[in-house]
Every structure is written in structure tokens, then in C-alpha cells.
């Protein structure tokens, strides 16, 4: 064989710092490149075999092994695949990209860590030299003429091809690390990177730390297989123990048997799993599988919900499982992840421009070998195919959710809680996902039945046409609650943060249709109507009290309604328009709650019943010594009701409660 060397075909200088710099977003994915191709080159390997141009030995275990060596500062991957010829491997690894080079060099000069662009043009090897002062190649071909061959490279541009003396086919690369990359030959970081990334692939992975002593196990001496090393074999005689039996006599038992057993260096264990749930049929597994899936992947041991197995052959090839996750009941604490792999290896977590952007609250593994192993960002944004894929899956979502909805009406309701913000945001991000699900979505009322607007809409009609009222705080909201129940007047809970933006779209969608919540400007119901005699009378009455309670309050703007309510326990409330609380809240949601609500032509508004004494009094005695003091009792009892005081006046409450006790226990 000659030896050979030269110039990597590169066009350039200057590819080297490039790749070792910025051609890989996160420098620990060499472990993928490089044990993906060791995957390759087997599954190629096993191809030639079933097609008759090779034949495997019997006793071959394809696998891939990763030695690590702190001691060497070295990494070793090692397959047991088709190898490389002389030739195969000049043309692979010494012209770099081929001609490509030159475009790539030209058209990401100007980029840094904007997209995972390696593989675009061929450059999956060359990721060693990110960490790595100089690699090494021994390989030697599946061909019974073609001769081992040795390969080094310093990380520059110079490289040096000689006949070597590798006896078994396949190859065999070793990384001489760099000062800045020791790490990497830390067995526990070596575990942790190649879990990350090989945790599925199809080929069995073995991790194992250099010079590191034998560990034995014991087994029974059946179960010794060709590949152990016995070390020694010993015998466990059987065990006996004396028993009474029924007759009250006493004899000697077998209570286990004799062994034969063997000592054999421990058996290794592959870090991976060759057979991922998600490559079985959906009929092949059980409900105990998936659960142990979910758990062993995503460290979550709280059981999902349900799942969907996505399992596609045309027009493209996709596999994968998604959970539902029980979610909590704040929406900042959601957070989904879905994995997406390439041929059983992992390409990157939540995707978006494949995964549509609501199903990231999910959980779950895509698998879709027709999407490149390294993706590029900004070409999948105008991808045509990488859509369709969206919409396939935004599709099997909502069909499953729409099936569970129409078939296992019960299981959906028992699960809504759950699945309610997951639901509420794809309806606000997704059209398509919109269109499908508009119909199953449930609102629970007053009495914790689940109903769909419609159904919402038309046992209220009588009551308010096309109105729907709800509740955002059941406790803060308790008294408004009472007042709904004792009028026979129903509302749905909505105390999810999702829920504002819900139903902003929803009242979109449907113009005709308006959500108020329940401690909104009083409804109708609650009202004893005013005769035309009494309006005059009651127009007097509201002037003078809001001059009571501006005064006692100090506040010349405060809004103060006067309405005889049909609860005579009542005698204050708070009420704020809804367009007014939804302005508050979303100044809220962007730290402005110090701003002036009345800028937004909108306040809150106290309403006095005037069917309650303690109003009644306030009114006759203006000028009493406790009426200020009453005032103030009143319109804080008004927001307790609706909500919270704030600190100072919560602490000025309690005081002014004290007073009132002691003048009373006088």
C-alpha cells in the first residue's frame, strides 16, 4: 500500500478554527457525530449482509465501545462496521466537503451559533477537532483484500495515510484532547453527553473507563455464555431446614436447591436502547410500557394523562408518542419538552418550526429519519415538507382529543382540569387546531358540571342572551358566588392565567357573544326594580352618599351607586366594568399597575344597598361621630369581598375593627 500525504482539500486556511469556534453550537456533540457514524457504518454492514454481497461472522455482536482515558487524555470510538479502504477513506476524510467547502466557507463567514449547520457538507468528522489537538483513524474494510489503513491529523491542515495494522473490520478513531476539553474523558461526563444524545440509537453503545479494574458478578454456571470469562466456578449445596408437618412430626425440608454457579468478569451494560417504544406498533405495547417510557426519559413520576402514538409511513416517515402531562394550575409552570430524534439519534429539544408552538406544553419523542440529523433553523422556517409534518401532528392531536371527547365523554370531563390550558392555548395559536377543537371545549360551572358554550349559552338565555358569567377566585369571589346562587343565575370558573387571553379569542370569534365576571356591574337579578315614583327619591339618595363617602374617604372621584338589592345581608360591593378589570389586569401582566386606571375611562364602582341598615344609617347620620369611621368599614368590607386590601389599608382595617368592638363592648 503507498503512503500518502498532503493538504486536506479544503480551499482554505482557515476551516479549522471555524469548526473548533463556532461550526457547532455545543462542542460536546462530537459523542453524536462520531457514534452515529459508527452506527452508520454498521447498519450499512448489516445491509450487504441481507443482500448477499457479505457475510457475517456468527458470533458477531455489532456494537459501538467508547473508551475514555483521563490518565491519556484520550477518547476512543469503536465500531465493528464496513470500515474503509484506502481510497474510501481518502475521498471521505482528506477533501473535506468536496468542492462544497469554498460555498460554506463564503455563505457562514459572517454567522455564529445562529444554526446547527454541520452535515451540510459532510463535515460530521471533523467535529473532533473542536476538542481535540490531533485524531487518529484505524480502519481496515468489510473487503478480505483490502488492507488496514492508519490515518493522523495534528488539527491542521496536514494529514498522513500509511498501511496499518488493524486485524478486524471496522474502525477504530481516537481523540488526543485539548487542554480546554479534558472533561470530555471524565467516564461521568462522557455518561451524561452520550445518554444525551445515544440514548436510542440502533446500534448497542458500551461505555467503559481505561485501566480501570474488573468488576465481577456471580451467575448461575446455565447461564454462561461464549463471550464470558469464567474466573472461577464454585458450588452452593442445597439448603435444608426441619419442619413440623401435619401430623406434628418433625423433617428435613429442601428449601432451595443445589447450584452450580459461576464468577465471571462483569457482563457491560448498553447505555442505550436499541428498541425505543416509539419504533414498536401502538398494538405491540402495554399501558405499563408507556408509563415506564415517560418516566425513564422525561424523570417525571407523576403519571401522564394519556399519550398518542404517532406512527406515519406516507408521504413521509414518522414515529414518535406524545404525553399529556398533569398539569398544575399556573400556567408559568408549564413546561413541556419534546424530543426530536433522526433515526433513533437526538437532533435537538422542541423544535418549533416542526413541533407547532402549542404542543410544546407536551411531552414526548418525534422520530423522522427524512428531516436532516443536523438541523438548520432558518432553511426549516421555509421548508414546505417541515409543514406538513406540523400539520400532521397538530392533527392526530386534535382528532385524539376530539375522539376522547365524543366516545369517553367521561374520561374527557375527568381530565379537563388538566388538559384545559394545553387546549385553550392551541385554540388561541393555532387555526387549524382551533377549527377541530372549537366544539370540545368545556367550561365548569357553579355545581361542577362541564358544559360547551353553546350549552352555556342556551340554559342562560332566559337569564342573559348570550352572556356568560365567571369566576376567576372562588374564595375572593365567595360573596358575589352566593349572590349568583341565591338568584339562579350560574357562571363557570375560569381561574387559570390562560384564561384571560381564552376568552378574548373566543368573544372574537363569536361577536354576538360576552364573557363578564361575576363581580361585574351588577346584573338585573339582583335588583329589586325602582317604581317611577321612587327614582326621584333614589337619585337623592345616591348624591348624598356619595358626598358622605367622598368625604370620608378622601377621594372627590370615587363612583358610588345606590341600588336596593334583593339580599339584605348585603350591604356593599365593588364592582368594576369588565372592560375596565381587563384593562387593569393586563397592565398587571406588563408591570404597569401603578398607572391610573381613569387615563382608560374606567374605575371601580362602590354599590350601597339601600335595603341594608347600616346604609340606611350612614344616610341619617351624616354627620354622627362614627360615621366616617363606618364609611371606611364598609367600603373595605366591599373589597375584602372582591378581592384584597392592600397592606396599609388591610393594617388600618383591623385597627379600625378593634375601635368598633370596644366601643360595642362598652
Not at 486536506?8 to 478554527?17: A, D
Not at 454481497?53 to 456494537?63: A, G, L, N, V, Y
Not at 412430626?249 to 462483569?266: G, M, W, Y
Request: some cysteine; aromatic content about 10%; overall charge negative.
Amino acid at each position: 500500500m503507498p503512503e500518502k500525504q498532503g493538504n486536506l482539500s479544503i480551499n482554505s486556511e482557515n476551516i479549522f478554527p471555524i469548526i473548533k469556534k463556532w461550526l457547532y453550537s455545543d462542542h460536546d456533540i462530537f459523542y453524536r457525530e462520531l457514534i452515529s457514524n459508527g452506527c452508520d457504518a454498521i447498519t450499512k454492514l448489516k445491509k450487504l449482509d441481507m443482500m448477499g454481497e457479505f457475510e457475517i461472522p456468527e458470533d458477531t455482536e455489532f456494537k459501538i465501545l467508547v473508551t475514555v482515558d483521563p490518565d491519556g487524555k484520550t477518547i476512543t470510538f469503536k465500531d465493528n462496521g464496513l470500515g474503509m479502504t484506502f481510497e474510501e477513506l481518502d475521498e471521505y476524510i482528506n477533501q473535506i466537503a468536496f468542492s462544497g467547502a469554498k460555498d460554506f466557507l463564503e455563505k457562514y463567514k459572517d454567522k455564529t451559533n445562529e444554526d446547527q449547520i454541520i452535515g451540510h457538507f459532510g463535515l460530521g468528522f471533523y467535529s473532533a477537532f473542536m476538542v481535540a489537538d490531533k485524531v487518529t483513524i484505524d480502519t481496515k474494510s468489510y473487503r478480505a483484500d483490502a488492507p488496514a489503513v492508519h490515518w493522523e491529523s495534528d488539527g491542521g491542515q496536514e494529514f498522513a495515510m500509511a498501511e496499518g495494522d488493524k486485524e478486524d473490520f471496522g474502525t477504530e478513531i481516537t481523540l488526543y484532547l485539548n487542554e480546554d476539553s479534558l472533561e470530555f474523558a471524565n467516564e461521568y461526563k462522557a455518561r451524561e453527553v452520550m445518554t444525551k444524545y445515544c440514548s436510542f440509537m440502533p446500534v448497542n453503545i458500551y461505555l467503559e473507563k481505561a485501566n480501570a479494574p474488573q468488576e465481577f458478578e456471580t451467575i448461575d454456571a446455565s447461564e454462561v455464555t461464549d463471550r464470558d470469562v469464567v474466573v472461577e466456578r464454585t458450588v452452593e449445596e442445597a439448603k435444608t431446614e426441619e419442619r413440623e408437618n401435619e401430623n406434628g412430626e418433625k423433617e428435613t425440608v429442601e428449601i432451595s436447591p443445589r447450584r452450580e454457579l459461576a464468577k465471571i468478569h462483569k457482563r457491560p451494560v448498553p447505555i442505550n436502547d436499541i428498541h425505543p417504544l416509539w419504533t414498536r406498533h401502538p398494538n405491540e405495547c402495554t399501558d405499563e410500557e408507556y408509563k415506564k417510557f415517560y418516566r425513564t426519559v422525561f424523570n417525571d413520576y407523576k403519571e401522564p394523562l394519556f399519550w398518542i402514538h404517532l406512527n406515519m409511513d406516507y408521504p413521509f416517515n414518522l414515529k414518535g408518542i406524545l404525553y399529556f402531562p398533569k398539569i398544575g394550575s399556573q400556567y408559568e409552570s408549564i413546561e413541556g419538552t419534546i424530543k426530536l430524534y433522526n433515526n433513533q439519534v437526538f437532533v435537538a429539544d422542541n423544535i418549533k418550526e416542526v413541533i407547532p408552538e402549542f404542543l410544546m406544553l407536551l411531552k414526548g419523542v418525534i422520530d423522522c429519519p427524512d428531516l436532516p440529523l443536523n438541523v438548520s433553523r432558518s432553511a426549516l422556517q421555509n421548508d414546505g415538507f417541515v409543514k406538513k409534518i406540523s400539520d400532521y401532528i397538530t392533527k392526530k392531536v386534535a382528532d385524539k382529543l376530539t375522539g376522547m371527547y365524543k366516545v369517553e365523554k367521561e374520561n374527557y370531563e375527568k381530565y379537563w382540569d388538566d388538559l384545559s390550558p394545553f387546549i385553550k392555548y392551541g385554540y388561541i395559536r393555532d387555526e387549524k387546531f382551533e377549527e377541530k377543537i372549537k366544539d370540545c371545549i368545556l367550561f365548569k360551572n357553579l355545581e361542577g358540571r362541564y358544559l360547551t358554550l353553546a350549552e352555556c349559552l342556551e340554559e342562560n338565555k332566559e337569564a342573559h342572551e348570550n352572556t356568560v358569567f365567571y369566576v376567576t377566585d372562588e374564595k375572593a369571589q365567595s360573596q358575589y358566588i352566593k349572590m349568583f346562587k341565591d338568584a339562579g343565575i350560574d357562571a363557570v370558573i375560569l381561574t387559570h392565567a390562560i384564561d384571560a387571553p381564552f376568552i378574548s379569542h373566543v368573544e372574537q370569534k363569536n361577536e354576538d357573544v360576552h364573557f363578564l365576571r361575576i363581580d361585574t356591574d351588577l346584573d338585573k337579578a339582583f335588583k329589586e326594580e325602582t317604581r317611577e315614583e321612587d327614582k326621584e327619591s333614589m337619585t337623592a339618595m345616591t348624591d348624598k352618599l356619595t358626598e358622605i363617602f367622598r368625604k370620608a374617604l378622601d377621594n372627590d372621584k370615587l363612583d358610588v351607586k345606590v341600588e336596593k338589592l334583593k339580599n339584605p345581608d348585603i350591604a356593599s360591593v365593588v364592582t368594576l366594568s369588565e372592560e375596565g378589570r381587563r384593562m387593569q389586569d393586563m397592565m398587571k401582566m406588563y408591570n404597569m399597575g401603578d398607572m391610573n386606571l381613569d387615563m382608560f375611562g374606567a374605575s371601580e364602582s362602590l354599590v350601597l344597598n339601600a335595603n341594608h341598615p347600616l346604609v340606611t344609617y350612614v344616610l341619617d347620620h351624616a354627620d354622627g361621630e362614627d360615621t366616617s369611621a363606618f364609611c371606611e368599614q364598609l367600603y373595605d368590607l366591599a373589597l375584602l369581598s372582591h378581592g384584597s386590601l392592600s397592606p396599609e389599608r388591610m393594617s388600618k382595617f383591623v385597627t379600625r375593627s378593634n375601635d368598633i368592638m370596644l366601643k360595642l363592648a362598652k
